[in-house]
Each structure stands twice: as structure tokens, then as C-alpha cells.
């Protein structure tokens, strides 16, 4: 995989993310991630390639009238959407690797599913520690790695096996950042005392197997890298791939396992 895979997205592909992408999985891990960090009412906090804004918006919730939430991203088509759904948060594009605010500025720094995309992963990190006041905390949520992931290894397999290798980059990267002892190394080069590791098994819902490989599709940069053909070609592996996440219902129930790390200055 390169380093330069950025998860850009459309805003068609950024709504459909919102829409369908965010409740079927990254919804769940948001409350996660605001625990992870000891978010409490009145507390000033960032959230870091915050793409439509699900980690921003419950740290909102958190935080109260009398905190304040700021989020950053790179892509413009995900700050529209997540503008318009939540006007209270202060949204900033920016890039993750070079943050635009003051030394000790917010109580917690927050990055969900992201940190794979960053050229300088280490740099990231510096930034968010140094953004983040010294009683403060960073919670950093990544994927573990293809081979602990009982569905979503076998489905990238069936995508590889169809797509070119542009999409083949894309699926890759999303679970570069699986190694734990690895991350925790990061965080230390970045100037950050690791203070909790977790692992949680977390459950994607979506409406059936094809649903699935269509949310994957189209909410994701995959979407403008793959023909009718080989989307037909995944679609018609992925059932047989995935068989066995299917409820009796016909729904799909897909475990994905990420790990959440925590540091303090
Ligand atoms: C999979 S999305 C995760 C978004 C959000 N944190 C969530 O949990 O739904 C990855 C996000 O990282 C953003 N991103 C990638 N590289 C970035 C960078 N260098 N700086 C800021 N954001 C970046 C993308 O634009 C995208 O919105």
C-alpha cells in the first residue's frame, strides 16, 4: 500500500458515508473514543479528521453548553455535510499534521478511523500532544489488523482478488494501524506517556450482504476506482464470503475489532 492513500471523498460518496457509512459502524465507536479520553461537561475539545462529524457531535452532547468542540479535516465535501448538520461545532479545514492552534489549547484531542491516512503518522501525534493541555488526554482509535478480523479479512480478500490495485491500496490501508505495541511506540516518539490500551469488538448492522459491499463502495473513495464489472464481481463473492455474518432475518452482523489507545503529554 502507499503512503499517499487519503480517503477523498466526493460529496455525493460524503453523504452516503453520513447516511449509511456512520450508523451502521463508526457510530458505535464514538462513545468509545469520548470515554477513552475522560471527556466531562464544560471541556474544550478537538476532534481530528473528524470527516462528517460523528465523534464531534457527541463530544458536543458530552461537553454541554459550556464546553466547546473544534474538528478538523482535510476534506472539504465531508466539512459541507458536517457543517450543515451541526452549526455549533467550530469546523476548520486543516491538516491533521499541522494543526492550526496554540500550544495547550483543549482538554482532549480526539481521532477516530484516521490515523492510517496521515502521511506522518508520528507528526500527527506530536501535533495532537502538543495541542493538548498537560492535564489533558488523547484518545487515537484505530482498526486492528486484516488477520484478526473474522469478516472483514475474508471480504477484502473476495475485493483484492476483483479490483486493480489502486482499490486493492485503499482497502489495505484501513487496517495498517492494527499494531497496538506498535501505535504505543508512536505515541512515545511523539512525546506521550501511553495511559490505557483497549480492545473492543464492535458490530457492523447493515440491512443485508449486499448492502454492505454497496456501503462499502460508495461511501468510500472506492467508489470512483472500481467498474460495473468487478463492483458485480465483489458483490457476487462477498455473499458467499460473508454467509455466515447473515442473521436468519437476512441482515448482515459483522464483527470489526479496533483498538483504542490513550496518552498524556
Ligand atoms: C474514515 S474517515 C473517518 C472520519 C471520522 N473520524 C469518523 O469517525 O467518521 C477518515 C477521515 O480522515 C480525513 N483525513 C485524511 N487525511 C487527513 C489529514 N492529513 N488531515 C486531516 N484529515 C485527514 C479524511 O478526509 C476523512 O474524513
Known sequence: MTQTETFQLSLAAAEAYESKFVPALFGEWAPL??????VTTGQEVLDVASGTGVV??????????????VAVDINEAMLTVARRLSPDVDWRTADACDLPFPDSSFDAVLCQAALMFFPDRTGALREM????????????????????????GPFVEVAARHAGPEAVDLLGSYWTMG???????LFAVAGMRVTA????????????????VKIEVESTP????IGDDTYAAILADARHALAEFETPEGNAEVPIVGHIVTGRP
Open 33 to 38: 473514543v469520548i470515554e477513552a479520553a475522560g
Open 56 to 69: 464531534a457531535r457527541a463530544a458536543g452532547e458530552r461537553v454541554g453548553a459550556t464546553g466547546r468542540v
Open 129 to 152: 500532544s502538543r495541542v493538548v493541555r498537560d492535564t489533558g488526554a488523547v484518545a487515537v482509535q484505530v482498526w486492528a489488523s486484516l488477520d484478526s478480523q473474522p469478516a472483514y
Open 179 to 185: 499494531d497496538v505495541g506498535h501505535l504505543s511506540e
Open 197 to 212: 490500551t483497549t480492545r473492543h469488538v464492535g458490530t457492523a448492522r447493515f440491512a443485508s450482504i449486499d448492502e454492505l
Open 222 to 225: 472506492l467508489v470512483d476506482r
